[in-house]
Structure formats: structure tokens, C-alpha cells
């Protein structure tokens, strides 16, 4: 039996358990029992579900564009890596992987509610246990489970899965013919290998998102600092380079660099979240500096000058 009033009802225990409102009669809201609400609702203070009417903030913008490019960065890697030498026909690759995970992206905005339009609208993340709501279905009488697991935070969960599935789809609609024409130099084994590599890292990702998807919420900034810091560093010492002369030699470097000096620039922006300009904008002048102390300090770190002078020494 339903009531319309939410005191005089047994108490709805559980984080995000919660009663849907049947219907309104004026001011009088009929309540059902309580238990999961609908997807793109989330419990409010008095434990009634209330559909989500907000939109991203900044941040949840940050996280999503963060995850929209693990895979167009994993599949640029592994076509260079795969490509050797070919380098004009790995540039038609990287472009069409970017044409992929664009429309992907413009697809999944497209089709997500409100449908039809590049704005979406979404739930509030208050903690990091929203992005785990299934480990906080209460028992009551330590028998019954209560079942309350949803997207509490609508739909920044879900809606990368649903990116990941179209750059899938995507993907094998357009790649197998292009690199079918262009890549007739290399071996027959050779020439799907950056297909195959995606055929892993696209299941990864999602194992990814699905477990760790609220601790990523948090720590993305950093991991792209670090990772970017860390990838910039090996390739440096992997191409050679110790001076400034050495970026100039070839173009690809300088694309390297710069890719890398976004992705500084990125974790930086999503750090401070441009809270407060005047305080904020001044920190990107940090984007070039580990690039310039690695070409100032390479010198003096060369692995064969350290033992020369060892070698000396003695």
C-alpha cells in the first residue's frame, strides 16, 4: 500500500536506496516502496528519487575528454610502432583514428539524453562511493538483500562504455580497408597488427572503467602528468635527443614534443579546474620545463661520459 507522506513510511535504509514518486497530486507526492531508483535518478536528503537536471561541470568534462583519449592515444601508438619507417602511411592511419574516436564521441553525446543534442544532462558526484553503489545494498535482517545498485552518477559511468563500443565499431568498418590499400609494402601479418593491438586495449579499457572507474575520476590529472612526464623522457633518451638541435632535425620530434606539452598542459587544467584565472593561467608557463631541464642536464647525465670520467678517475 502507498502513502503520500515519506514519515509515516518504514524507513528506506542504504546509501542510495530510495522511493519513486508514482505520482502528483498537487502537493501530495504518492511514493512507492523503497528500492533502486530509475537510471538518471538519484536519491535526495529525504530519501525520495529525483531525476537528474543538472549538466557536467568542468571537471566531469575533463574526466570524460580523459577517457575519450586512452584509446586515440593507444591506437596512434601502436601504429607507429607497427608502421617502422612508413611514415606517410602511418600519418592517413593516425588521422583516420582520429576521425574515429571524433565521430564516436559526437555520436555518444548525440544519443545520450537528452537525445538529439551535444548537452547532456547528468548527476552530481558527491563521493567516490557513488561510482560503487553496488557494494552498498543494505541487508536488513542480515538475510535479504536490498537491491539498490545504480548509476548514481548519470552517466559519466556508462556513457564511456558506449563511446568504447562505437570507436569498436567504427574502427572495424574503416580500418581494415584503409590499411588494406596503403600498407601493401608490409607482410600480410604485419599490416593489421595496430587493429589486432586494439582488439586487446579496447577490453582493457573497459575492465578498466567498469572497476576503477571512480578512483580514475580522482586521479586522472596526476596519471597524466606522470605518464606524460615519463613518455616524454624514454622517447627523448630512446631518440637521442640532448639538444636543441636534435628536436630540429626531424619533424616528428617537434610533433612528439608538442603532443606532449598538451597533455602537461591538460593534467594542469584539470588539477586546478581554472577554480580562479588570475591564480591558475600563470601555472601552464610550467608546460615546457621538463622538456628544457632534459635538454640543458642531458649532457651531463651521458651514460659513456660518466664512465669516461670514472675511468679517469682511477
Not at 502513502?3 to 542510495?16: K, S
Request: charged share 15%; hydrophobic share 45%.
Amino acid at each position: 500500500m502507498f502513502r503520500a507522506a515519506v514519515d509515516i513510511q518504514p524507513a528506506c535504509l542504504g546509501l542510495y536506496c530510495g522511493r519513486t514518486v508514482l505520482s502528483v497530486n498537487g502537493s501530495v507526492e504518492t511514493y512507492g516502496d523503497c528500492g533502486v531508483c530509475p537510471r538518471g535518478q538519484r536519491t535526495d536528503d529525504n530519501k525520495i528519487c529525483r531525476e537528474c537536471m543538472g549538466s557536467p561541470d568542468c571537471y566531469d568534462w575533463l574526466y570524460l575528454g580523459f577517457m575519450a583519449m586512452l584509446p586515440l592515444v593507444l591506437h596512434w601508438f601502436f601504429i607507429e610502432w607497427y608502421s617502422g619507417k612508413k611514415s606517410s602511411r602511418a600519418l592517413l592511419q593516425h588521422v583516420t583514428a582520429l576521425f574515429e574516436c571524433s565521430v564516436a564521441a559526437i555520436v555518444t553525446l548525440l544519443i545520450s539524453d537528452p537525445v538529439g543534442s551535444v548537452h547532456i544532462r547528468s548527476c552530481k558526484v558527491k563521493k567516490l562511493s557513488d561510482w560503487y553503489t553496488m557494494l552498498y545494498n543494505p541487508s536488513p535482517d542480515y538475510i535479504t538483500t536490498v537491491h539498490c545498485t545504480q548509476e548514481a552518477v548519470y552517466p559519466l559511468y556508462t556513457i564511456v562504455f558506449i563511446y568504447y563500443a562505437f570507436c569498436l565499431m567504427l574502427m572495424m568498418l574503416l580500418r581494415p580497408l584503409l590499411v588494406k590499400k596503403i600498407a601493401c609494402g608490409l607482410g600480410k601479418s604485419d599490416r593489421f597488427k595496430s587493429i589486432y593491438a586494439a582488439l586487446y586495449f579496447f577490453p582493457i579499457l573497459t575492465v578498466l572503467q567498469a572497476v576503477g572507474g571512480g578512483l580514475l575520476y580522482y586521479a586522472f590529472p596526476y596519471i597524466i602528468l606522470v605518464l606524460s612526464l615519463v613518455t616524454l623522457a624514454v622517447y627523448m633518451s630512446a631518440s637521442e635527443v640532448e639538444s636543441f638541435k636534435d628536436l630540429l632535425v626531424r619533424k616528428k620530434r617537434l610533433v612528439v614534443l608538442f603532443s606532449h606539452w598538451l597533455l602537461h598542459a591538460y593534467g594542469i587544467i584539470s588539477i586546478s579546474k581554472l577554480d580562479k584565472l588570475e591564480q591558475d593561467l600563470p601555472l601552464l608557463a610550467l608546460v615546457p620545463a621538463p622538456a628544457l631541464f632534459y635538454l640543458l642536464t642531458a649532457k651531463y647525465t651521458e651514460p659513456s661520459r660518466i664512465l669516461s670520467e670514472g675511468g679517469n678517475g682511477h
